[in-house]
């Protein structure tokens, strides 16, 4: 039997300044690497850049509810372009038939596309479009950057943040590696959006993470599961990310470089000590078997 498959794939175009999937080999890598107890590979792990077509379509993401692929990991580096009405209707017709789907966006407009992806749109807020409800968070986190809300500063690329998990913990933080069983620490970033459940009763926050700026507190994802299409169809799981700087090659080894856009000078912390980021890579080998499942008949809160 195959292993089910996993694309891994931006919404930009390839360009080589700039957060093309190249920048996530060691996301992918790590995928790749998990097997099953009979040593069989536990997932088929494919990895593209969006390639419009003559129609600005993407052929892959426009028929993926046709496709074999059994999650996707959209990483949403664009600012407002990068999925075409049948992108998302290819989406949607994904999840209809229980693909699990994992979206990460980051700062300001960065993932805007995202908006059009129904329940997963509504949970992520920017700056031009469906901000954040509580007015106080529209300003900006830091005062010395150029960088709008939602902007929150979470600790230097090449560090870590310290996340609160909600409770009742979510299995997608748990880990046996972890002080306590549980993942509290997730590489920084200096930039990470919003995300919330924008009072949907499928949306729970798993964990929050807080700003070394200004204390506030932020959504560090958001699940959804049991969710449902406006017709009451059944979707498959989903998880919406704050930032996909938590999984690119830089936020988990500085040395391997970033766009040249990028000004805010590194830390070296998990350079000097990567054992939590091997623990946090465990919460990317959850989610992967999480998304590949279809949901029970209550959600974990209502289990615990």
Same mark, same amino acid.
């Given at each position: 039997? *195959?292993?089910?498959?996993?694309?891994?794939?931006?919404?930009?175009?390839?360009?080589?300044?700039?957060?093309?999937?190249?920048?996530?080999?060691?996301?992918?890598?790590?995928?790749?690497?998990?097997?099953?107890?009979?040593?069989?590979?536990?997932?088929?792990?494919? %990895?593209?850049?969006?390639?419009? *077509?003559?129609?600005?379509?993407?052929?892959?993401?426009?028929?993926?509810?046709?496709?074999?692929?059994?999650?996707?990991?959209?990483?949403?580096?664009?600012?407002?372009?990068?999925?075409?009405?049948?992108?998302?209707?290819?989406?949607?017709?994904?999840?209809?038939?229980?693909?699990?789907?994992?979206?990460?966006?980051?700062?300001?407009?960065?993932?805007?596309?995202?908006?059009?992806?129904?329940?997963?749109?509504?949970?992520?807020? $920017?700056?031009?479009?469906?901000?954040?409800?509580?007015?106080?968070?529209?300003?900006?986190?830091?005062?010395?950057?150029?960088? /709008?809300?939602?902007?929150?500063?979470?600790?230097?690329?090449?560090?870590?943040?310290?996340?609160?998990?909600?409770?009742?913990?979510?299995?997608?933080?748990?880990?046996?590696?972890?002080?306590?069983?549980?993942?509290?620490? $997730?590489?920084?970033?200096?930039?990470?959006?919003?995300?919330?459940?924008?009072?949907?009763?499928?949306?729970?926050?798993?964990?929050?993470?807080?700003?070394?700026?200004?204390?506030?507190? $932020?959504?560090?994802?958001?699940?959804?599961?049991? /969710?449902? *299409?406006?017709?009451?169809?059944?979707?498959?799981?989903?998880? %919406?990310?704050?930032?996909?700087?938590?999984?690119?090659?830089?936020?988990?080894?500085?040395?391997?470089?970033?766009?040249?856009?990028?000004?805010?000078?590194?830390?070296?912390?998990?350079?000097?000590?990567?054992?939590?980021?091997?623990?946090?890579? /465990?919460?990317?080998?959850?989610?992967? *078997?999480?998304?590949?499942?279809?949901?029970?008949?209550?959600?974990?809160?209502?289990?615990?």
């Amino acid at each position: 039997m *195959d292993a089910p498959q996993i694309l891994i794939q931006t919404t930009i175009p390839m360009s080589p300044d700039d957060w093309h999937v190249g920048r996530f080999s060691l996301l992918r890598e790590h995928l790749a690497s998990l097997t099953n107890p009979d040593g069989s590979p536990r997932y088929e792990v494919l %990895a593209r850049n969006r390639e419009p *077509d003559e129609h600005g379509d993407d052929p892959v993401l426009r028929d993926l509810g046709d496709s074999d692929v059994t999650q996707l990991w959209l990483l949403a580096v664009d600012t407002g372009d990068g999925l075409s009405p049948k992108d998302a209707a290819g989406l949607h017709a994904f999840r209809r038939r229980g693909g699990g789907l994992l979206t990460a966006r980051d700062h300001q407009d960065m993932g805007l596309c995202l908006l059009c992806l129904d329940s997963l749109g509504r949970v992520n807020y $920017f700056h031009s479009k469906h901000p954040e409800a509580e007015e106080s968070r529209r300003a900006r986190d830091e005062s010395f950057s150029h960088i /709008d809300y939602p902007n929150y500063h979470s600790g230097e690329n090449g560090d870590y943040q310290t996340i609160v998990p909600t409770e009742p913990v979510h299995e997608l933080l748990r880990s046996a590696r972890a002080p306590g069983g549980v993942i509290t620490q $997730f590489p920084a970033h200096p930039h990470e959006g919003a995300v919330g459940t924008d009072g949907l009763p499928q949306a729970r926050s798993i964990a929050t993470g807080k700003s070394t700026n200004t204390g506030r507190t $932020f959504n560090i994802a958001i699940a959804l599961e049991n /969710d449902v *299409d406006h017709a009451g169809r059944p979707l498959g799981r989903a998880v %919406a990310e704050s930032s996909f700087h938590h999984f690119t090659d830089y936020n988990w080894n500085i040395a391997l470089g970033c766009p040249s856009f990028v000004i805010d000078p590194p830390g070296d912390e998990i350079a000097k000590n990567p054992h939590p980021l091997e623990i946090f890579k /465990d919460y990317v080998t959850n989610l992967a *078997d999480w998304l590949s499942h279809p949901p029970q008949a209550k959600p974990w809160w209502e289990r615990n």
